[in-house]
Nanobody
Framework: QVQLVESGGGLVQPGGSLRLSCVAS????????MGWYRQAPGNERDLVAT???????NYANSVKGRFTISRDSAKNTVYLQMSSLKPEDTAVYYC???????????????????WGQGTLVTVSS
């Protein structure tokens, strides 16, 4: 089993900063990508940012220029540095892992997706 443990959420004033961390542990295969999604009350879960094994990044338009995703491959860890936070950034932030497990010596594989339990970010004065 693979587990994702997020940390770093909390209450911050508008204009402030927070750094989220997510560590993947257990039987992690070859990582294709890690990322962050968020879900505000009454809304669907939306992409915030992703980073591939090759280091390519993708951001939601609403966070471009304010958020930065990074990773430490050796530690199976992904970070989300959030700056210039706005009240509309308030949400539960979920870590996501997409990884590949090889099943046999012939190279058969399966692509898997894992979600963290979420960490609450509240932006309010």
């Amino acid at each position: 089993q693979v587990q994702l443990v997020e940390s770093g959420g909390g209450l911050v004033q508008p204009g402030g900063s927070l750094r989220l961390s997510c560590v993947a542990s257990g039987r992690v295969g070859s990582i294709n990508a890690m990322g962050w999604y968020r879900q505000a009350p009454g809304n669907e879960r939306d992409l915030v940012a992703t980073i591939t094994s090759g280091g390519s990044t993708n951001y939601a338009n609403s966070v471009k220029g304010r958020f930065t995703i990074s990773r430490d491959s050796a530690k199976n860890t992904v970070y989300l540095q959030m700056s210039s936070l706005k009240p509309e950034d308030t949400a539960v932030y979920y870590c996501n892992l997409k990884h590949r497990k090889v099943l046999n010596v012939e190279g058969a594989y399966v692509d898997l997706e894992v979600w963290g339990q979420g960490t609450l970010v509240t932006v309010s004065s």
